[in-house]
């Protein structure tokens, strides 16, 4: 147990008992008897002493230890199977003593809106009370979620909790991936599936019930379900309709749905101590680090579990790396800390992790985005650390741009953190902001994604809804009139829509691919370029979502090396991107290539499962697969058919121009073009990061602009010579 720490210094048996003690009056300087390890520790005192000492004040007072169980108890359980104990955690829920109100209500009322705390029940049990009180009879039950993880996650709990297959009666559906059958009852889905549900059975028939979860979350999907589910009600009394949030702003959602009734479930809450910083975080990322360790050395393990909010994948991956090593640096002096990420692009087989119980003697510490807010609920979660930031989509309408952007929470936010640290007893949020800030700073609500994002997609899909009047469809907060337009001004020169603002055979064709338009439309031109079979593949790498290359720290240079190999000859990022698609398909997908190349191999098998299925589509639009893979000019042009909305010219000094609504850019250093700056580009994307950065760049020939777009480019936008370039705006598709 007292093993040596590397100093040849003896270990005195009871250093371990004292420095635990030193923790907990507070004036811990990590004496561990080795000096070694007072080394490692160094920086972590620093913050431990004077940067937060909040922590110290507020961690130290009356926490209590109490993890009693009867004996009896624990004797009964042991002997029970785990599904009769799902069975008996089924009854310990919240809701349960609603379960027969509820489908009274439900039974009642055709809309219903619901509300209860996370963790309450809503999600996993509802359809479940629905199932068994025979909805499934007439139909299945379709519950959203705006978040694929949460949909997955959820499904797979529900089917363990009916005792049936992932898939079979319980399934979910998410972009790019079917887990549902014929059997299917209870249908979990992100809500742009259900969405997308409507364009091919615009009255929902195959449903009884759909329970539009997470109402409150507000994300674009969901607020455009809203009005097309409340049309449809009005012609189908059969359905039943949900919508159920985790706040108690319920009121808007009853107003909407003409004056539905409100079914509260009240929760379980216990107090929760919310604690500021003194001054503001310069580095909330260290500071959030900083106190989980305070929190776990300084409390008993068994007390409870640690719960940080970051704003996405890097910075929860950072976050993990810094954590395993400092708590390395302690070694066996402290408790085991379990580090459990979650994001969306987290594997499958790793989500699970966060819901496993903590071992005894341990703590677990789970590194979570926004998900972990309401979405999901983790069990034995004492500890939430807020650092107060999320990453947020917001939309320039003037310009067309959009970036995601790290950015402020609101007050409500920053409660349905605060209150994920006392579902099961009471707990401690620590806010990595001033007081100051939570009162005058944050906005009380966070602005609803229709409100700041781009609606090209959506405008395309209500258009093929056969919803032509679109400034006066039923939206619960409208979006700002000049972005409905922007959407327009776009599908109008992707060829979508006509002068009319109705949809074109073009659009229909665009329509079916669960994709934004501009990659539809690359997708579509793809036939007349007669490479349809490349255009896929491209199209399915740039919708892989997380990254295609792996670069370890101890091996960067060979992982440049081998990223820049597909990059010969400056073919740009989309040609690169088919070339290591192509190459990995000659293998035969092997996975061993991709070990040599430093490529992720989940990323891969991803992007093949998109390709098939964008595969599968082409024959429903009726377009050939057909390879061209020798003429790039082809490939490109066909890119450049869906993109060239996306262009920009170099200027000096390795910047960049966008051509229409100029705006200074940059190529991204990841970008195989980073160094060899080509004249005239088109891009994938803008990242905003320390500057404005294109991300996925080829290269172009400013003819093409003229010849694919002619009305969108003319000759003068694209002409190297002219200093003042001031492109005319497109024609306004018009409203009917
Ligand atoms: O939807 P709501 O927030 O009201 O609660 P829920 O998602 O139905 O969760 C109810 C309970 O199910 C949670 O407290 C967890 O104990 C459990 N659960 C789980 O163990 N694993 C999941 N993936 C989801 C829920
Ligand atoms: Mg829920």
């Known amino acids: 147990r007292y093993r040596d720490s590397g100093s040849g210094e003896k270990m ?6 004292e420095a635990w003690e030193e923790h907990q009056i507070g004036k811990a300087t990590l004496k561990y008897g080795s000096k070694d390890r007072k080394q490692k520790s160094d920086d972590f005192q620093f913050v431990f002493e004077d940067q937060i000492d909040f922590i110290k004040e507020s961690v130290m007072d009356g926490v209590n230890f109490e993890d009693e169980l009867p004996a009896e108890a624990l004797d009964k359980s042991m002997v029970k199977s785990a599904f009769e104990k799902l069975q008996e955690d089924r009854k310990t829920l919240p809701i349960y003593a609603y379960r027969d109100d509820l489908l009274q209500a439900i039974d009642d009322h055709q809309v219903l809106v619901i509300v209860g705390e996370t963790g309450s029940g809503k999600t996993t049990q509802i359809p479940q009370y629905l199932h068994e009180a025979g909805y499934t009879k007439r139909g299945k039950i379709g519950c959203t979620q705006p978040r694929r993880v949460a949909a997955m996650s959820v499904a797979a709990r529900v089917s ?3 005792g049936v297959k992932l898939g079979h009666e319980v399934g979910y559906s998410i972009r790019f991936e079917d887990c549902t059958s014929e059997k299917t009852v209870l249908k979990y889905m992100t809500d742009g599936m259900l969405l997308r549900e409507f364009l091919g059975e615009p009255d929902l028939a195959g449903y009884s019930v759909v329970m539009v979860d997470e109402a409150h979350e507000r994300t674009l999907s969901t607020d455009i379900l809203f009005g097309l589910v409340k049309d449809i009600a009005r012609f189908r009394p059969d359905l039943k309709l949900l919508i159920s949030s985790a706040t108690l702003d319920a009121e808007k959602f009853s107003d909407y749905f003409d004056s539905a009734p409100i079914f509260k479930i009240p929760g379980r809450r216990f107090p929760v101590e919310v604690h500021y910083t003194k001054a503001p975080e310069a580095d909330y ?8 360790l305070q929190i776990h050395v300084t409390q008993q393990p068994g007390d409870g579990d640690i719960l940080i909010f970051f704003t996405g994948q890097e910075e929860i991956e950072t976050a993990e790396e810094i954590l395993k090593h400092r708590t390395r640096g302690l070694g066996t002096k402290i408790p085991e800390l379990i580090i459990c990420p979650i994001y969306a692009n987290l594997p499958t087989e790793l989500q699970a992790k966060i819901f496993e119980p ?11 985005t926004n998900i972990a807010e309401t979405s999901l609920t983790i069990d034995g979660i004492k500890y939430v650390i807020d650092p107060g930031f999320c990453k947020m989509k917001s939309y320039n309408p003037r310009t067309g741009m959009e970036s995601l952007l790290v950015t402020p929470i609101s007050k409500a936010s920053a409660n349905q953190r605060a209150g994920r640290s006392g579902r099961t007893g009471p707990g401690k949020c620590f806010r990595l902001y001033t007081a100051y800030n939570y009162y005058n700073d944050l906005d009380d ?9 781009n609606l090209a997609n959506v405008v395309l899909t209500l258009k093929s809804l056969g919803i032509h009047d679109l400034l006066n469809f039923d939206f619960m907060d409208p979006p700002p009139a000049e972005a409905l337009l922007k959407a327009l001004e776009l599908l109008f020169a992707l060829g979508a829509l006509n002068k009319l603002g109705e949809l074109t055979k073009v659009g229909r064709r665009m329509a079916e691919f669960p994709l934004d338009p501009m990659l539809s439309k690359m997708i579509v031109a793809s036939e007349k370029y007669q490479c349809s079979d490349e255009i896929i593949s491209i199209a399915a790498m740039l919708s892989v979502g997380s990254s295609i290359f792996y670069r370890p720290k101890d091996k960067q240079v060979h992982a440049d090396t081998a990223r820049m190999n597909f990059h010969t000859g400056n073919v740009g990022d989309h040609i690169a991107l088919l070339k290591i698609y192509s190459s990995w398909k000659e293998t035969n997908y092997a996975t061993q290539w991709c070990y040599e190349n430093y490529i992720q191999v989940r990323s891969m098998k ?10 599968g589509l082409l024959e429903r639009v009726e377009i050939e697969l057909m390879s061209n893979s020798n003429d790039l000019e082809a490939i490109k042009k066909a890119i450049t058919a869906g993109f060239f909305p996306h262009s920009a010219r170099m200027q000096k000094n390795g910047s960049y121009r966008t051509v229409k609504h100029p705006q200074t850019v940059y190529i991204h250093p990841t970008s195989g073009l980073a160094q060899a700056l080509p004249r005239w580009v088109i891009y994938h994307e803008l990242v905003l990061t320390t500057k404005e950065y294109m991300r996925q760049v080829t290269e172009l ?3 093409w602009l003229v010849e694919i777009a002619p009305h969108y480019y003319q000759m003068k936008d694209v002409e190297d010579s002219g200093s003042k370039k001031m492109p005319r705006g497109v024609g306004r598709a018009s409203q009917d």
Not at 606 to 615: G, H, N, P, V, Y
């Open 12 to 17: 005195n048996p009871f250093a371990e008992q």
């Open 160 to 162: 363990q909790e009916m």
């Open 285 to 292: 990322l260290d500071a959030a680090i900083v106190t989980a």
């Open 358 to 368: 903590t071992p005894e003697g341990a703590r677990k510490v789970v590194l979570a």
């Open 445 to 453: 609500n966070t602005v609803p994604e229709i409100q700041r994002t």
């Open 606 to 615: 991803r992007a093949r499962d998109i390709r098939d299925q964008l595969e």
């Open 701 to 703: 020939k400013p003819d």
